[in-house]
C-alpha cells in the first residue's frame, strides 16, 4: 500500500472520530435539558393543559354564548401541536433559532406562564369554566392580580406556550404561539361581552380602570 494512500485513510479515520466525538457531545447535551432540566417543565405544561377543567366546570350555568364553543376545539388542536412540534423541529434542525440562552428564556417564560395560567383557576374556583357562560353566583373578582388585568390566565398560557416553543428554539412552535392568539383574543372579546352584559355599570367602571393583557398597554 501506498504511502499517499496510508496517510489518505489515517486521516480519514481522525476525520470520523471528530465527528463522533461532536455528535456525541451534541447529543448528550440535549439529553442533559431535556431529560433533567425540562421534565419538571413538562409537568407545568401537564398541569396548564387541566388546568382549563381543574376547580372550574364545563357547565353552561345560567347563561352562556354557544357561539363561542369553536374556540374551545381551535385551541385544543394549536396546544396538540405546540406540544409537539416544537421538540420535533429541534431534533430534525429544521427552522430552529440560535442560542441556548433563548432555551433558558424560554423555560423561565414557560415556567412562570405556567403559574399564571394555574393560579386564576384557583381564585375563581367554579366561576372559572371552560365555556363562556355565567355560572350560578357569579360575582365578579376584582381584586389580587385582577385589579391590574383582567385576563391573567389567557397571558399565562401565552407566556407557557411560547416559553415551551423556545426552550427547543422552535420557529413552528413561535407561529403555533402567534395563531392561538386569535382564538384567545376571540373568547376574551366573547367574556367581556357576557360580563358587561351581565353585571353592566359594575364591569364597565372595572374594564375602565384594568388592561386586558399587558397593564397600562393592551
Request: aromatic residues 10%; contains cysteine.
Amino acid at each position: 500500500m501506498s504511502r499517499r494512500l496510508k496517510e489518505a485513510r489515517t486521516q480519514q479515520v481522525f476525520v470520523r472520530q471528530a465527528l463522533l466525538r461532536k455528535t456525541h457531545a451534541r447529543t448528550s447535551s440535549r439529553r442533559v435539558l431535556y431529560g433533567e432540566d425540562l421534565s419538571s417543565s413538562r409537568d407545568v405544561c401537564a398541569l396548564s393543559i387541566a388546568s382549563i377543567f381543574v376547580g372550574g366546570n364545563l357547565s353552561a350555568g345560567v347563561r352562556e354564548d354557544r357561539g363561542n364553543r369553536w374556540v374551545i376545539g381551535a385551541l385544543g388542536i394549536l396546544m396538540l401541536l405546540s406540544t409537539f412540534l416544537p421538540a420535533y423541529t429541534d431534533r430534525r434542525d429544521f427552522w430552529t433559532l440560535d442560542g441556548n440562552t433563548l432555551r433558558w428564556i424560554g423555560v423561565a417564560l414557560f415556567t412562570v406562564g405556567g403559574a399564571l395560567r394555574l393560579w386564576p383557576v384557583y381564585l375563581l374556583g367554579n366561576r372559572f369554566s371552560g365555556l363562556v357562560a355565567i355560572q350560578p353566583g357569579h360575582t365578579l373578582l376584582t381584586s389580587g392580580i385582577y385589579s391590574v388585568i383582567r385576563h391573567p390566565s389567557y397571558l399565562g398560557l401565552i407566556l407557557n406556550s411560547l416559553g415551551w416553543a423556545l426552550a427547543f428554539r422552535s420557529g413552528v412552535g413561535v407561529v403555533l404561539v402567534a395563531l392561538m392568539l386569535v382564538p384567545i383574543l376571540v373568547r376574551i372579546h366573547a367574556e367581556e361581552r357576557l360580563l358587561r352584559s351581565q353585571f353592566g355599570d359594575e364591569y364597565a367602571a372595572y374594564r375602565d380602570r384594568t388592561s386586558r393583557l399587558i397593564p397600562g398597554i393592551f
